[in-house]
């Protein structure tokens, strides 16, 4: 009995120390006060209303959800074919190619970040908008290729070969076979590199700009002039949306039926 209470103990202290801020940071963007304090001075929603009235919050959001959404089905695009073809065949340096593919998560952002800029956006002057999107996608297909290699790696190819005996064409058994069985692992992929963008800093602090400029961004840049609880009340509008984006894959998607 001490044993199993023990356990329980432990357990509550980790799930604190993992949900404790977020509960801390949804009391503060409740408080009354002028200034981000916990425990909050009173309670009133001013700070969550005043959220939606910062114009540069709500043009940073919508730059953030673009890159977030388009960044990561231009890294599926990309990721899927690559990775069935790493799992489907014999690819010469194939150990090399998942390597290379896997730097963006090895190499730290804020190196990747300053890369970019000295190397792509300057001498070929690309516009800062074109270069996130580029950044992002790089990021982002890393996950995409391993996640999605990995449903690969469990699903039997001699289902796929009777599609082809049968009269199916290679493209035709990827769509009508492959596709539908590895659906789990593009959502996961999918989701994971939504968040992944839409959390990115490093290599969007390099690749900002006048009007251009992530939510992330502009949240650190907000804060060095202002210290309201309006930074609070947005970080946990976000918190709020990952947990809905979650819940709504679950529900719409069936995603625990496919992983």
Request: aromatic letters at 12%; hydrophobic letters at 60%; proline letters at 6%.
């Amino acid at each position: 009995m001490n044993g199993r209470l023990a356990t329980w103990a432990v357990l509550g202290l980790v799930l604190l120390f993992l949900i404790g801020p977020f509960f801390i940071i949804i009391a503060a963007s409740l408080s009354a006060g002028n200034s981000l304090a916990f425990p909050p001075q009173g309670l009133s929603l001013k700070w969550v209303i005043k959220v939606f009235e910062i114009e540069s919050f709500r043009a940073s959001f919508g730059m953030s959800m673009f890159l977030a959404i388009f960044g990561t089905l231009a890294a599926l695009a990309l990721g899927v074919p690559a990775a069935y073809g790493l799992n489907r065949y014999k690819v010469p340096g194939a150990e090399f190619v998942r390597t290379v593919v896997s730097a963006p998560i090895i190499v730290p952002g804020i190196i990747v970040g300053l890369a970019l800029l000295r190397y792509l956006v300057i001498p070929t002057g690309v516009g800062i908008g074109p270069a996130l999107f580029l950044a992002h996608t790089a990021l982002i297909l890393p996950y995409a290729v391993r996640v999605v290699s990995a449903s690969l790696e469990n699903l039997r190819t001699d289902i796929e070969e009777a599609a082809v005996l049968l009269g199916c064409t290679r493209f035709g058994a990827f769509r009508r076979v492959v596709l539908p069985n590895i659906r789990g692992g593009v959502l996961a992929a999918f989701i994971l590199g939504f968040v992944t963008s839409f959390n990115q800093v490093p290599v969007s602090l390099f690749l900002s700009g006048p009007g251009v400029r992530t939510l992330p961004v502009d949240m650190i840049a907000y804060m060095e002039i202002n210290y309201d609880p309006s930074v609070a009340a947005l970080s946990a509008l976000l918190a709020f949306m990952s947990v809905a984006i979650v819940f709504a894959a679950e529900k719409f998607l069936g995603f625990s039926k496919y992983v």
